[in-house]
Nanobody, 123 residues
Framework: QVQLVESGGGLVQPGGSLRLSCAAS????????MGWYRQAPGKQRELVAD???????NYGESVKGRFTISRDNTRNTAYLQMNSLKPEDTAIYYC?????????????????WGQGTQVTVSS
């Protein structure tokens, strides 16, 4: 089973930057789309950005021009560079990945989620 571990969250002042990482591990697998979602208190989880294995990216409207998603396929890791952070970016950020697991006798297709990392933007 594929597992995702996020890192890089924390407290930052408005206008500052953070870089989140999401590393996948577990057996023999391949990753298709990897993405970042966020959920603020009292709000629904929303897409921040996603990226295909070929590098095609997609961003939520509120982060366009400020956030950049990237991935290193050799390390099974996705990144989210967040610049010009605003207080409204405060949320728990979750990584997800669509995968095909080749470990068992037959391939298993699924979607994995990380445990989340807190990002707080405040002065």
């Amino acid at each position: 089973q594929v597992q995702l571990v996020e890192s890089g969250g924390g407290l930052v002042q408005p206008g500052g930057s953070l870089r989140l990482s999401c590393a996948a591990s577990g057996g023999r697998f391949s990753l298709n789309v990897m993405g970042w979602y966020r959920q603020a208190p009292g709000k629904q989880r929303e897409l921040v950005a996603d990226i295909t294995s070929g590098g095609t990216t997609n961003y939520g409207e509120s982060v366009k021009g400020r956030f950049t998603i990237s991935r290193d396929n050799t390390r099974n890791t996705a990144y989210l560079q967040m610049n010009s952070l605003k207080p409204e970016d405060t949320a728990i950020y979750y990584c997800n990945a669509d995968y095909r697991d080749w470990t068992g006798p037959a391939p298993v297709v699924g979607r994995a989620w990380g445990q989340g990392t807190q990002v707080t933007v405040s002065s």
